[in-house]
C-alpha cells in the first residue's frame, strides 16, 4: 500500500483543516487508518485511528471534540477533518496502515509522506 497525504497548511488559531490520505492498492479497505504527527524535537504521536469499516474511531484526549476521522474506502481515502486548531496542533501529520486496532506507531507497516500543518496564534 503506498499513501499520499495531503491537504496541510497554515492556518490561524481556531480555525480548521482537512487532511487526505489518498491509497494506492485494490486492500486498502482491509487496513486500520491511523493519523500521526510529529512536531519538532519531539517524537511521533497518535493523533487518531479509524477501523477497516469506518464504524470504530479513537482519538487521543487532546484532539478529542476537536478532530474527526473518515474514511471512503470507494475512494480508497482517508481524511481528517481539523477544527478549533491550536498552536500546539502544529507538526507533520502522517497517515499509516495498520492490521490491529492500536495507537503504536511501531504497529503500522506502510506510511505517508507527511504533511505540515502550522497553527499560528
Known amino acids: 500500500v503506498q499513501l499520499q497525504a495531503s491537504g496541510g497548511g497554515v492556518v490561524q488559531a481556531g480555525g480548521s483543516l482537512r487532511l487526505s490520505c489518498a491509497a494506492s492498492g485494490r486492500t486498502f479497505s482491509s487496513y486500520l487508518m491511523g493519523w500521526f504527527r510529529q512536531a519538532p524535537g519531539k517524537e511521533r504521536e497518535f493523533v487518531a485511528f479509524?477501523?477497516?469499516?469506518?464504524?470504530?474511531?479513537y482519538y487521543r484526549d487532546s484532539v478529542k471534540g476537536r478532530f474527526i476521522v473518515s474514511r471512503d474506502n470507494a475512494k480508497n481515502t482517508v481524511y481528517l477533518q481539523m477544527n478549533g486548531l491550536k498552536p500546539e496542533d502544529t507538526a507533520v501529520y502522517y497517515c499509516?496502515?495498520?492490521?490491529?486496532?492500536?495507537?503504536?506507531?511501531?504497529?503500522?507497516?506502510?506510511w505517508g509522506q507527511g504533511t505540515q500543518v502550522t497553527v499560528s496564534s
Open positions: 479509524i477501523s477497516w469499516s469506518g464504524e470504530s474511531t
Open positions: 499509516a496502515a495498520g492490521t490491529g486496532l492500536t495507537a503504536t506507531p511501531t504497529s503500522y507497516s506502510y
